[in-house]
């Protein structure tokens, strides 16, 4: 699975984002999508998950500012940031989860940054 995020940049504090992330190539068995963050000298760290049906979790960090969604015929997943706080900088990746006879893949995305400053 080939995936290839969108939508980062610079935001002021209280700003809002949206971050996109199309998955290609061999895409069948995907049961997961999400979003991870990590900053320098830290672990990267979820963010965001949806499963194929739907179902989301969010770290609690984010829970109330941020929505993950995806568009199943797009192979797309969304993360729509809101009320950005200072701490939300980080480089975001993506992540999608494919289940294959054998065990699970587990592909990343090359990182989209996101900094929220003013």
């Known amino acids: 699975v080939q995936l290839e995020e969108s939508g980062g940049g610079l935001v002021q504090p209280g700003g809002s984002l949206r971050l996109s992330c199309a998955a290609s190539?061999?895409?069948?068995?995907?049961?997961?999508m999400g979003w991870h963050r990590q900053v320098p000298g830290k672990e990267r760290e979820l963010v965001a998950t949806i499963t194929s049906g739907g179902g989301a979790n969010y770290a609690d960090s984010v829970k109330g500012r941020f929505t993950i969604s995806r568009d199943n015929a797009k192979n797309t997943v969304y993360l729509q940031m809101n009320s950005l706080k200072p701490d939300d900088t980080a480089v975001y990746y993506c992540k999608s989860d494919q289940s294959l006879v054998g065990g699970v893949r587990t592909d990343w995305g090359q990182g989209t940054q996101v900094t929220v400053s003013s």
């Open positions: 190539g061999r895409i069948f068995g995907i049961v997961a």
